[in-house]
């Protein structure tokens, strides 16, 4: 998501197969300093998508084909679209359809008719805590740490896009939906994180690793403020390449070593952005700093003076 904020307030994308509700609700949000992206239906909203990346989606709940409902679940499924807040609009009031929005995913709900202050104020405030989880997690994918929170019982809470692809990775699995991945830790990190827990360490010191199909995983685990979860920080490296040594002589961070590593393997920005679950743009900006720290200008550049680094650190030893 690191693509957000192109315009001062951000954008909003709305959902509704009423076309003079979009009208209506387009001019308000566009009046207040918003981009905004309009769909007619969830399968529309879908393919756009794809391709676009917003703050907020407004979502009408009652739709012919793909209802409300049902595309929420699909963007929640999503890890690339997960994180978006997606507000529920509808001229349903039974507490069974506000229970099932909230079961979906939505964090509001708008019954219509909707008045305009109130969606700008809802928008605004959800807007500006998407942005602060935002940064947060950005800051995570930065430390070149994929994270996952799980409870005492070794159950997953909350992870971030990059650590499920780690999971799949860790799996031996081309699978890239949380749905499909249990909802607790894969042994041996299951067992490995329950010992740490019973043992009440408060240390990170301990690492976990695991060689696999020529990739090495690894594993620390710290307590959260409260002590009910506990975080896991987790690394993947491939092949010969020694990310941690790379990123050491180059002077990257981690994330920049590992990106650099898949782009020598030929991988495009949108191959890297789906590998570490990270959008093509955030993978071009990486590259471009990269490229700042290196002195070049191009990819092939690029590699060319890792692959010497290694060399010289493979020679050195």
């Given at each position: 998501?690191?693509?957000?904020?192109?315009?001062?307030?951000?954008?909003?994308?709305?959902?509704?197969?009423?076309?003079?509700?979009?009208?209506?609700?387009?001019?308000?949000?566009?009046?207040?300093?918003?981009?905004?992206?309009?769909?007619?239906?969830?399968?529309?909203?879908?393919?756009?998508?794809?391709?676009a990346?917003?703050d907020?989606?407004?979502?009408?709940?009652?739709?012919?084909?793909?209802?409300?409902?049902?595309?929420c679940?699909?963007?929640?499924?999503?890890?690339?679209?997960?994180?978006?807040?997606?507000?529920?609009?509808?001229?349903?009031?039974?507490?069974?359809?506000?229970?099932?929005?909230?079961?979906?995913?939505?964090?509001?709900?708008?019954?219509?008719?909707?008045?305009?202050?109130?969606?700008?104020?809802?928008?605004?405030?959800?807007?500006?805590?998407?942005?602060?989880?935002?940064?947060?997690?950005?800051?995570?994918?930065?430390?070149?740490?994929?994270?996952i929170?799980?409870?005492?019982a070794?159950?997953?809470?909350?992870?971030?896009?990059?650590?499920?692809?780690?999971?799949?990775?860790?799996?031996?699995?081309?699978?890239?939906?949380?749905?499909?991945?249990?909802?607790?830790?894969?042994?041996?990190?299951?067992?490995?994180?329950?010992?740490?827990?019973?043992?009440?360490?408060?240390?990170?010191?301990?690492?976990?690793?695991?060689?696999?199909?020529?990739?090495?995983?690894?594993?620390?685990?710290?307590?959260?403020?409260?002590?009910?979860?506990?975080?896991?920080?987790?690394?993947?490296s491939?092949?010969?390449?020694?990310?941690?040594?790379l990123?050491?002589?180059?002077?990257?961070?981690?994330?920049?070593?590992?990106?650099?590593?898949?782009?020598a393997?030929?991988?495009?920005?949108?191959?890297?952005?789906?590998?570490?679950?990270?959008?093509?743009?955030?993978?071009?900006?990486?590259?471009?700093?990269?490229?700042?720290?290196?002195?070049?200008?191009?990819?092939?550049?690029?590699v060319?003076?890792?692959?010497?680094?290694?060399r010289?650190?493979?020679?050195?030893?």
């Amino acid at each position: 998501m690191s693509s957000k904020h192109q315009c001062c307030q951000g954008t909003v994308m709305i959902v509704d197969d009423v076309p003079a509700n979009l009208a209506l609700l387009s001019d308000a949000l566009e009046e207040a300093g918003y981009r905004v992206l309009v769909a007619t239906d969830g399968v529309s909203a879908l393919e756009q998508l794809r391709y676009a990346d917003p703050d907020v989606i407004l979502l009408d709940a009652v739709m012919p084909g793909m209802d409300g409902f049902e595309t929420c679940r699909r963007l929640k499924a999503n890890p690339a679209t997960r994180p978006i807040p997606i507000i529920f609009m509808t001229g349903l009031g039974e507490l069974n359809d506000l229970l099932r929005g909230f079961s979906e995913g939505a964090v509001d709900y708008l019954v219509k008719p909707i008045r305009h202050e109130e969606v700008l104020a809802r928008v605004g405030a959800h807007l500006a805590q998407s942005r602060m989880v935002f940064r947060a997690e950005e800051a995570l994918e930065r430390s070149g740490f994929a994270t996952i929170s799980v409870d005492a019982a070794g159950r997953i809470v909350w992870l971030t896009s990059s650590a499920i692809h780690w999971l799949a990775a860790f799996a031996g699995s081309n699978v890239l939906d949380f749905e499909s991945l249990a909802s607790f830790l894969p042994k041996p990190l299951l067992d490995w994180a329950l010992a740490r827990i019973a043992a009440g360490e408060k240390t990170e010191h301990e690492m976990f690793t695991l060689r696999r199909g020529g990739r090495k995983f690894t594993a620390r685990l710290t307590p959260c403020q409260d002590g009910s979860e506990y975080l896991l920080l987790l690394q993947e490296s491939s092949g010969d390449w020694d990310l941690e040594s790379l990123r050491e002589d180059l002077g990257l961070t981690f994330r920049e070593a590992e990106i650099l590593m898949w782009i020598a393997r030929g991988k495009t920005n949108r191959d890297v952005g789906e590998i570490l679950g990270s959008s093509p743009r955030t993978v071009n900006k990486h590259l471009e700093h990269i490229f700042e720290k290196l002195g070049v200008g191009t990819r092939a550049a690029a590699v060319a003076v890792a692959m010497q680094s290694m060399r010289t650190g493979a020679e050195a030893a």
